[in-house]
């Protein structure tokens, strides 16, 4: 699932132009629509090392920037991923970067405008980042349960693209791609996760991800009888309440 | 109790099957319905290390991935369980995922996906998984009183199988196997346990687990008398609310 | 008070069933019934050392399973008291285990199931519980006003024995055992206790326990007026609302 | 203000009857009715040495029992003030204990019973207390709103001593012996504390205490006018309402 | 705006005295009525040296008590702003002591009444204040929102000064002192604080202090249009609400 | 976009004379609107240095003032960007200084007093600013929902200058100043942002800033579709709600 990204509406494009314009990128998208993907596949386009960080609300700024460590009678500073992004010109991607806490976030705000700076206020010292550095990063506006957003001030350094799940003919052609199913069981499973996606009265906190068909394509592809590996792939995943679940079984008994 | 698992609903072939496509997997029941054990009979199986980690809310990353002890003069790093599991290609069963902190899960997030990676901060060091290494986690969603729900980008990770209670029959077997009481008393046991099992109206949190029956017929089997051994080895257990305990001794009496 | 347990219903024999089938066991009951005043009895009899850990939210599991210490250029590991207990084989006694932190109750799952071991992080070792190990924990369920609750996956890892207070018969030789007053006195005071129990509309959070009873005997013997003794050793104990002081009172005055 | 204690209601006898027992005492009042007074005069008719120790939420179990303190290249270990009292067999006094942490109270148990002693987890030391040693605790029921309690589990641990005010022929004495007033001015004073007492409707968080009463005396006595004295020494220290300043204003004008 | 403190009521008879009788005070009065200008004043006239600390909720007792510090091979003691203020016989002024830390509070306790002393428990160490010493605090009771309240116990201690803004006049003359604008122009802007502080219904939370005038008169004396600087001294200043803002500075215009 | 300023109501005189009168100044105003560009262009006036600090809730004051490094066996005291400004007297720059933590804000009061001083606690050392220190402070009051507010003993240190966005005239000059694009893309990209401040019914968090409308400039000269480049550098960025989305990509249809 890893070197291959099917654009949908320009994506390479918008990504190109912030790129060569020196301004950074948003991604918003739901989970598994591919934002993960586009960066590492431009990340090879353009020729440049991927650095990811995983934001949440436990990395403190020092886990991102640096720290001093104590190694036997000597203190030796080690750059942390962020620091190590912008000296090397990397590609920087800052994966749901809503849920980092503020000091994290105020300390890419020099990165993410004219400056391309990082200051590193244990060392005292500013990196200003290469030509090549970018940094991107990726939000989820479809929680809905008023989680942490981003501040206007973060927000507005970035252009923002948005994203949204691939049609059947491309998600059917892709799961060809990643897995060895027939080209007619891709097609059922691409079919299948239209019909879900469209049931909105689900109530799914998420919808499912082409990640979802891949696995379930896989564990077909081994032998399992395609309804129980739609039950364990896709219906299981996607909830816990029994009544939805029974919905999306009954889904998945139309489909095998 | 260790070595024996029931298959209810071809748990060992889903199991193996996910192990096999090395997709992580992640087992939802209620306390005490067997999801450890099946974890400990399938390493068993697999011929594989079972390294098992309990998660909960005071657990950092640190714990898990690894740290720095100073000792004497020296700074010597130690994997912390998860680290040792990547390394040496262990099975790895995170009980009870929910309950760990964001960015413990979010240190799992490149051992889930395609990537099979862990990346340890402190060493700046990524270590690849072998293909021997499964991640294996557990979810009760039976709790109702809104207990820490897994983020949708975790969830989609992980192929799901839904695990239960065994019906009598095979629970009282599994008494028989694990005690030396009687198989009249084993079968008591198991349908006290199905009529306890059917009774939502008693508002239970959970309802009894195969474990509160082995430790029932324990006592009866030496010599405790058998009303007694069900109420302190399950009415007691279940509820400290004074009627829902009548109730369930009044159903132990009717069963001794 | 140290090594008298007056039995209500058959305490040492369930007890000593869990001992000799290595179940771990919880006491339920409320404030000064005499659970810490069983475990002590119990440990003589089965000739055990008794280590007590009395359960906060302020301890850490560094405090309860061991931490390094730095002294002078040396770093010393020093077993904590639960892991005292389980290399000695001692019983171990978890006063309040409801209202330890969940990393505390989580690192106690393995000693209280089957496996009968301790892991210690830090040290990357587990130790085996020898035969002798027996770990109960107490727990007080009275406490009305939503206080911490157990998960039923720790709850059903014990067998459970409910306990309340002595009679009025058995509470009076009880003050006799312990104190120096006469016998009417003491029976004067097992029987203001128990009309004080009765009286539920009082509205106290917990009702007297036999240790203000044994307190106030000690304040009559020592020449002070019975009803000042009354007073100051259980009214003014049990409530600070003036109403249910005056009442208590009143039943003082009564009673001498 | 330091050596002398006015008896109301046997507090003395309650006191000595305690310690010639070996029973912890709690004292129950308002703020500046004497508790802290009768502690230090107990202590000087006792011979004992006083260790006072003021409770507050922010106050570590370290901070009490003691800590390791690095000095140069050693380790030293340093008691807190209740190690001290407990080795030395002191009078431990601890101030508005509802107000301490879990662990701080938790730790205190072990010396509040049978057992008095204390267990140091750092140094895996029992202190057993010599029989000279008392502990005292002091405890504001006054307080409306909801502040912290005590646990029945601590509470019933201890004798308890309802202590008020003076009435205003002991308390005119008490500002003679501690002021330079006269004995009219004196009278006046205490007269005026009663009025402000028994006007409930006040709605004072705490009403007057003796300490106002000495404070305003000494101002009196250096010269200032007796209303303006009352109004900085009294009105102003108990109430920022407007209303009932001008309320407790018009009570000292008409007083002087 | 640093040597001069215009008496309104007494206040420093009320100080003196205080000082003389070795009683702290409490100094009650809104945002910029002249509080520190009065400490200040007093600092001067009693000789003392003054230590200043504002207190905030985010100050330790380490902080304002001293701690040790590792300085090379060495462990150095470093007191803090209190203790040396203590050590030193300063003037002590605890300015918004409300905000203060509990332990913060109640480490000041023995050294607001008849001890006057401060216990080091890390060093356990207790300093005796000499006669010189006095400890002032300043407390605003016109926050309305709620915020912290001092204890009965910390309040009872302190002699209590209320304080408020000068009459116009005493304003006017103030300005003259401080600033080089004109007699007219000074009493125009005392004038236009006397008219603003009157408009209760502006709902401002804290109206114009003394300094926003001397502010103001600077701008204007520096050649600033009047009308520009009111607005940017005091309008914007006051409030963030378009509607309010407009309403003040149509009071300005009508002033100049 | 760094080194020019477009004035719009005496901004330049305003802060020019609270320079050369010592008082410190604090810009009102929505993200974007120039805060940040008056203060770079004013250092280079002015001929500061300047160090600019943003703000957040996870700063301490160690990060500003300074604070001891360990390296090798040194203890070796690093200023923070606070004590460098007021050491070399540059011009500090305080970015959205309400959310900073209270101690940092308190720390900053002598600062923006008369008194022009700081203090470094940890050093037991005074700096006296020298004539050339400012301090500017930034803060948005257009945050609805309840954000920190500043108390008003902070807020009446500064004098306070309301900033707000550029007529379009001024936008399109400044767009042509810092982009490569036509002078009649600039004046249709400058009245599209006023045709979406206007629309208050939008309810937008913040509305456009000028960055957005230089960013959007740069991908159409670099060759995007002017529509597309408003959507992913306006549209998107300013919201995640798909009608208001649909509303502001209908105005960029009918600019473009």
């Known amino acids: 699932m890893n070197n291959y990204f099917c654009e949908r509406n320009h994506e390479i494009e918008v990504f190109e132009r912030c790129y060569y314009n020196q301004l950074p990128l948003m991604?918003?998208?739901?989970?598994?629509?591919?934002?993960?993907?586009?960066?590492?596949v431009m990340a090879e386009r353009l020729k440049l090392h991927l650095i990811k960080v995983a934001c949440n609300?436990?990395?403190?700024?020092?886990?991102?920037?640096?720290r001093f460590l104590i190694k036997g009678a000597e203190t030796i500073w080690q750059d942390g991923p962020v620091t190590r992004a912008v000296r090397s010109g990397a590609l920087l991607y800052?994966?749901?970067?809503?849920?980092a806490r503020e000091d994290v976030v105020v300390a890419l705000h020099p990165l993410t405008d004219h400056r391309r700076e990082l200051y590193l206020d244990?060392?005292?010292?500013?990196?200003?980042?290469?030509?090549?550095?970018?940094c991107v990063a990726s939000f989820n506006p479809g929680y809905q349960q008023g989680f942490k957003e981003l501040k206007p001030s973060t927000r507005q350094r970035?252009?923002?693209l948005v994203m949204d799940y691939l049609n059947d003919e491309d998600e059917s052609n892709l799961i060809l791609r990643l897995t060895e199913v027939?080209?007619?069981?891709?097609?059922?499973?691409?079919?299948?996760?239209?019909?879900?996606r469209l049931l909105a009265e689900y109530n799914l906190k998420e919808t499912v991800s082409t990640r979802l068909?891949?696995?379930?394509?896989?564990?077909?592809?081994?032998?399992?009888?395609?309804r129980r590996a739609g039950y364990v792939g896709i219906a299981e995943v996607l909830s816990d309440d029994p009544?939805?679940?029974?919905?999306?079984?009954?889904l998945i008994d139309l489909s095998f």
Do not use: W, Y
């Open 213 to 226: 068909l891949v696995n379930t394509a896989k564990l077909i592809h081994d032998g399992m009888e395609p």
């Open 27 to 40: 991604l918003k998208g739901p989970t598994g629509c591919g934002k993960s993907q586009l960066v590492q």
């Open 243 to 250: 009544e939805i679940i029974r919905a999306l079984k009954d």
């Open 94 to 99: 800052l994966d749901e970067v809503a849920e």
């Open 182 to 196: 027939s080209s007619n069981e891709a097609r059922m499973l691409a079919k299948l996760a239209q019909k879900i």
């Open 158 to 160: 970035f252009v923002s």
């Open 57 to 66: 609300e436990d990395t403190s700024s020092a886990d991102l920037l640096g």
């Open 122 to 134: 244990r060392l005292n010292e500013t990196i200003q980042a290469p030509a090549s550095f970018m």
